[in-house]
């Protein structure tokens, strides 16, 4: 079944069988969308802090244990951002066509290559009327793919420094000690760890871009779509 466009197996937008709105989200399919959405903006913040640290305060230090809070919370931001990416590759097994669109890219599709460019030039402008799409367009498919892999790159190596921490015979130095030593040191897959989440940050503000772009000037609903799980065509 094809995973772009109104063709195929889709339903149609034009002559006898004009679309409305369309089920395209199941729902752990959603909640695992802003499950991650909160677990990234907390990962993200405390991230940070833990890169560079709020300076020393005098005191007791029950009284002024605010960076332990805050690695707690970015540990804990950082399970639930594992077991949530588990389960999304899971649901796209068990869900429906469109939860497998970000998994099963079809990069060996000719026609797909030409709906992914006539997308960037629809991003470029270049492009007076845009395609409508049930679920993501060829570029979508490509973006959230990547943030796929860049998620997977973040909970390795934020596993392995959390490994570091534990000590030897922990699950997660068992499971993930090998990764510093991939890298060559600590400090380097603390690095590349930073990067990523930059990497991220971007992501995010691109995708946000996006995603009220065209629900502005396709006339087809993103936002809300992610909410109830209906894509709503305006025309």
């Known amino acids: 079944m094809k995973t772009y466009g109104f063709d195929g197996d889709a339903p149609q937008l034009s002559g006898q069988r004009k679309v409305t709105s369309v089920y395209v989200y199941e729902a752990p399919l959603r909640l695992w969308h802003w499950v991650t959405v909160l677990s990234i903006i907390v990962l993200s913040v405390t991230g940070y ?3 560079k640290p ?7 230090a029950t009284f002024n244990y605010v960076m332990g809070y805050i690695r707690f919370a970015h540990f804990t931001a950082g399970y639930i951002l594992a077991v949530g990416l588990l389960g999304r590759v899971y649901w796209a097994f068990v869900g429906n066509h469109h939860a497998r669109e970000i998994i099963l890219v079809p990069v060996w599709d000719k026609q797909w290559w030409k709906e992914f460019f006539f997308e960037i030039r629809w991003y470029l402008f270049l492009e007076r009327y845009p395609k409508k799409y049930i ?7 490509i973006a ?9 790159f973040m909970c390795v190596t934020g596993f392995a420094l ?5 000590g030897a015979g922990s699950w997660a130095h068992s499971a993930f000690g090998w990764v510093i030593g991939a890298f060559g040191s600590s400090l380097d897959v603390h690095n590349w760890h930073r990067l990523a989440m930059w990497g991220i940050v971007l992501f995010v503000m691109v995708h946000v871009y996006a995603a009220i772009r065209e629900d502005i000037m396709s006339k087809q609903s993103m936002i809300s779509t992610m909410v109830s799980g209906f894509r709503m065509f305006k025309d």
């Not at 709020?54 to 007791?60: A, H, I, M, N």
């Not at 793919?145 to 860049?150: E, G, K, M, N, Q």
């Not at 959390?162 to 534990?166: C, L, S």
């Open 54 to 60: 709020l300076p020393s305060v005098p005191g007791e």
């Open 49 to 51: 802090f833990i890169g």
């Open 135 to 141: 679920g993501h367009n060829p570029v979508g498919q």
């Open 144 to 152: 959230m793919a990547s943030f796929l892999w860049i998620t997977l």
């Open 162 to 166: 959390y490994g570091e921490g534990t």
